[in-house]
T-cell receptor, first 115, second 109 residues
Framework: DSGVTQTPKHLITATGQRVTLRCSPR?????VYWYQQSLDQGLQFLIQ???????AKGNILERFSAQQFPDLHSELNLSSLELGDSALYFC??????????????FGDGTRLSIL | GESVGLHLPTLSVQEGDNSIINCAYS??????FIWYKQESGKGPQFIID?????DKRQGQRVTVLLNKTVKHLSLQIAATQPGDSAVYFC????????FGTGTSLTVIP
């Protein structure tokens, strides 16, 4: 158990809809990272938050947004969903802000299926 | 963008043998590397890491080797067990992490 909790485990919805994915980091970790993992592809970095502030942005679509709350949990919002958004979405956390060389610890992901 | 790749997409080994999983990276400025294990239906699990000022690091049954000259990383698993069956992938970090697609390891009992 990594200590990172993601909910829900599965989401099935239709095109055009909006969903929210939730992540609780490991106790004491200040950074939260969001990744997308599609079939046969590596993890694609979406966005990082550190102690409530956006720290780094990757290949995140404009239809996607995220935030980190004062209690350090984070939410990833996906809107105007398209079939191609079907993927596994992972959250990871680390103690530092990303500049330090520390491992990220991952949750078990949310599997999003768009019908 | 960065390129992190694996030489072999699949690897099958006999139980008890040693496994070697390879990874090539492209960014010579990467200063930190991690190996992850991902089992079906689960998130990536941290195995071992290594900083660029090292060329070898050992853990429990695992060893990571880093060859900066040829930008190559390998993971050695000693006495491979059925529970080691999973997808293994490496990650490199300069300012952010870049992940490979993974090698699927199958352990034959």
């Amino acid at each position: 158990d990594s200590g990172v909790t993601q909910t829900p485990k599965h989401l099935i919805t239709a095109t055009g809809q909006r969903v929210t994915l939730r992540c609780s980091p490991r106790s004491g970790d200040l950074s939260v990272y969001w990744y997308q993992q599609s079939l046969d592809q590596g993890l694609q970095f979406l966005i990082q938050y550190y102690n409530g502030e956006e720290r780094a942005k990757g290949n995140i679509l404009e239809r996607f947004s995220a935030q980190q709350f004062p209690d350090l949990h984070s939410e990833l919002n996906l809107s105007s969903l398209e079939l191609g958004d079907s993927a596994l979405y992972f959250c990871a956390s680390s103690a530092g802000g990303g500049g330090q060389n520390q491992p990220q610890h991952f949750g078990d992901g949310t599997r999003l299926s768009i019908l | 963008g960065e390129s992190v790749g694996l030489h072999l997409p699949t690897l099958s080994v006999q139980e008890g043998d040693n496994s070697i999983i390879n990874c090539a990276y492209s960014n010579s400025a990467s200063d930190y590397f991690i190996w992850y294990k991902q089992e079906s239906g689960k998130g990536p699990q941290f195995i071992i890491d290594i900083r660029s000022n090292m060329d070898k690091r050992q853990g429990q049954r695992v060893t990571v080797l880093l060859n900066k000259t040829v930008k190559h990383l390998s993971l050695q698993i000693a006495a491979t067990q059925p529970g080691d069956s999973a997808v293994y992938f490496c990650a490199e970090k300069e300012n952010q992490f870049y992940f490979g697609t993974g090698t699927s390891l199958t352990v034959i009992p």
